[in-house]
């Protein structure tokens, strides 16, 4: 399985992004999907992960500002960041969890100015 990350990118404080994950198979059924960030100097942390009955999880620093969705006729999964905090900067990896295995995208760089 193949993930491919875009929308990343520079914006201000309070701004908004939309990063995608574009899967190479259907995503439909698959126990999870998720997004995570990794700052510099610090470990990998979980933001948002959606599972195949429709549920979510969110960190509690992203909660009410980061919603995560899919779409399974694109095999695509979404995160829409809201109000961006410099703390939010962070490379941000897409992650499938399947039934044969766990998979990672190559990382978009997100980078919220002060």
């Known amino acids: 399985v193949q993930l491919v990350e875009s929308g990343g990118g520079l914006v201000q404080t309070g701004g908004s992004l939309r990063l995608s994950c574009a899967a190479s198979q259907s995503i439909f059924s698959t126990p999870a999907m998720g997004w995570y960030r990794q700052a510099p100097g610090k470990q990998r942390e979980l933001v948002a992960l959606?599972?195949?009955?429709?549920?979510?999880n969110y960190a509690d620093s992203v909660k009410g500002r980061f919603t995560i969705s899919g779409d399974n006729a694109k095999n695509t999964v979404f995160l829409q960041m809201n109000s961006l905090k410099p703390d939010d900067t962070a490379v941000y990896y897409c992650?499938?969890?399947?039934?044969?295995?766990?998979?990672w995208g190559q990382g978009t760089q997100v980078t919220v100015s002060s």
């Open positions: 992650h499938l969890r399947s039934w044969s295995g766990n998979y």
């Open positions: 959606i599972q195949s009955g429709g549920g979510t």
